[in-house]
């Protein structure tokens, strides 16, 4: 209460600490807190902070552990705030809790936007942070991969789970463009921008084949030739690069994309035994601006994203 006008000011909460001696409680005025809520509400912060700890998952004695509690209004992070998260992949179940907090701001742009320009002073922090969100993601999506390319699942799957997660790609490439249609009644799967030089490769996504060659052996003339599949898609990309060719300063002049001699990848089939690895090898060497890779190689193309996110992330466990 105001003493002039005896208006009501603001709520106040006092916590004391009481020392217990033999022979009675004694006060301890030097450990005193005051909380209020007149500007920041203190005693609002108090109330939640108390609210989690007794929930029953904090109660556990599994749970136990040190938190983080910070206020943000309307989603926004404060510098010293974000700095505070980015220390967080330096803890243990790093990934989980700076999720947790960024889903305490709802994914506000601005809020993220102030965690990745505080991050560019912190290089270690923040190549530990990207590893710390990302690891979990892609650990995921390379598992869906692997379950996908098991059942031999349908084309469709493969390209919308590729779509989803271009990053299975690799470093190779820097973006995935948002359109497939380049040119006149055809479309291709992907189509990606090289990251060297900033070139379009085309990438065409077929299925497993549940495991089938994609190349036979020809007993009477010694050498390897391409199944029918494989033929029929080669046919395919083919026809495609060639009308890129043809259209390449119209698309130029309406799309402003460099279409100059671009090259495709075949996802396809499986790797098989060494014999298979080493003839598909041979055969790649003799394509021209085309290669095949199969759904194997696309894996271990993502298992050495993953070991590379580890690499970032395993020593700051040290």
Do not use: C
Request: glycine residues 4%; proline residues 2%.
């Amino acid at each position: 209460m105001r003493h002039d006008t005896q208006e009501f000011h603001h709520n106040s909460v006092t916590i004391d600490t009481f020392e217990h001696t033999k022979a009675d409680w004694k006060r301890r005025p030097s450990r005193q807190l005051t909380l209020t809520d007149e500007n920041d509400n203190e005693i609002l912060a108090l109330q939640m902070f108390l609210s989690s700890v007794l929930d029953q998952a904090l109660r556990s004695q599994e749970r136990a552990g040190k938190y983080l509690v910070m206020r943000i209004d309307n989603g926004k992070l404060t510098e010293v705030q974000a700095r505070e998260l980015l220390k967080i992949v330096s803890s243990d179940d790093r990934a989980k809790q700076l999720l947790l907090a960024l889903e305490s701001v709802n994914n506000s742009p601005e809020a993220l936007w102030t965690l990745a320009t505080t991050a560019s002073s912190e290089p270690r922090l923040a190549g530990l942070t990207a590893a710390a969100l990302n690891v979990a993601k892609f650990t995921h999506a390379h598992g869906e991969l692997k379950r996908l390319i098991e059942v031999n699942a349908a084309e469709y799957e493969f390209q919308r789970h590729l779509a989803d997660n271009p990053w299975l790609f690799g470093s190779e490439y820097s973006a995935l463009l948002d359109r497939s249609r380049w040119t006149r009644d055809e479309q291709q799967d992907f189509m990606l921008r090289r990251t060297v030089d900033g070139y379009l490769e085309v990438i065409e996504i077929k299925t497993p084949l549940n495991g089938t060659p994609l190349l036979r052996f020809d007993q009477s003339h010694g050498s390897y030739y391409a199944v029918s599949d494989l033929s029929r898609v080669q046919g395919q990309v083919t026809k495609y690069l060639q009308r890129l060719d043809d259209q390449r300063l119209s698309i130029a002049v309406t799309d402003e994309e460099r279409i100059l001699k671009a090259r495709a990848k075949i996802i396809i089939g499986r790797n098989g035994d060494q014999q298979q690895v080493e003839a598909l090898r041979q055969y790649n060497s003799h394509l021209h601006r085309i290669e095949i890779l199969t759904f194997d190689q696309l894996l271990q193309i993502g298992e050495r994203v993953l070991e590379h996110l580890y690499q970032v992330i395993e020593p700051a466990q040290s």
